[in-house]
């Protein structure tokens, strides 16, 4: 059974940095393109990037290219967000998910952008 | 602004029948990606309910159906129940994007 669990958020002051982590269980983590997506308090879904199985590539949505990083350790099974310069329209769930032909979700973390 | 296209809000009768719409572009559903459909009740993770067009998971009710067609895909509830109320989001993939997801604005279903 598929197990993804989100960690790493709280509330952290504007221009500052956050890591979250993804830690994945019950597949082959290595064979699996993975994404972060986030929602915004209220509002819809938004896609944040994708890595590929491997980690060599990696996109970005325009409204964090720049800021945040994706990252992967196959021997670890987890997923990474590095989020710096982070802004108050940043605050939202953020969810991992596992790319496929039946995508699995983790329950989210929330991170809270606040002075 | 969502890359793909849903209606803010349906609603319906107890046993009654609704549909959702997912319009995209020749760059995502028109190009032959596939659109997978989550249902999302509050203060929860989005669940899948639709995956492929039109598979559902093991456990999700034959009352939820999915289709697609052309640069749109629709997701069909029958039968509606008081606890289909939630908000319903399409995902596809745009290769303008490099494949990654998209989404539709989501959908709140209000059971009267």
């Known amino acids: 059974q598929v197990h993804l669990v989100e960690s790493g958020g709280g509330v952290v002051q504007p221009g500052r940095s956050l890591r979250l982590s993804c830690a994945a269980s019950?597949?082959?983590?290595?064979?699996?393109?993975m994404h972060w997506v986030r929602q915004a308090p209220g509002k819809g879904l938004e896609w944040v990037a994708r890595?590929?199985?491997?980690?060599?590539?990696?996109y970005y949505a325009d409204s964090v290219k720049g800021r945040f990083t994706i990252s992967r350790d196959n021997s670890k099974n987890t997923l990474y967000l590095q989020m710096n310069s982070l802004r108050a329209e940043d605050t939202a769930v953020y969810y991992c998910?596992?790319?496929?032909?039946?995508?699995?979700w983790g329950q989210g973390t929330l991170v809270t952008v606040s002075s | 602004q969502s890359v793909l296209t849903q209606p803010p809000s349906v609603s319906g009768a107890p046993g009654q029948r609704v549909t959702i719409s997912c319009t995209g572009i020749?760059?995502?559903?028109?190009?032959?990606?596939?659109v997978n459909w989550y249902q999302q009740l509050p203060g929860t993770a989005p669940k899948l309910l639709i995956y492929?067009?039109?598979n559902r998971p093991s456990g999700v009710p034959d009352r939820f159906s999915g289709s697609k067609s052309g640069t749109s895909a629709s997701l069909a509830i029958t039968g509606l129940q008081a606890e289909d109320e939630a908000d319903y989001y399409c995902?596809?993939?745009?290769?303008?994007?490099?494949?990654?997801?998209?989404f539709g604005g989501g959908t709140k279903l209000t059971v009267l």
């Open positions: 998910a596992r790319e496929g032909r039946v995508p699995d």
């Open positions: 019950g597949f082959t983590f290595s064979r699996y393109d």
């Open positions: 890595i590929w199985y491997g980690g060599s590539d990696k």
């Open positions: 020749s760059s995502n559903i028109g190009t032959g990606y596939d």
């Open positions: 492929n067009n039109s």
């Open positions: 995902q596809s993939y745009d290769y303008r994007l490099s494949g990654s997801w998209v």
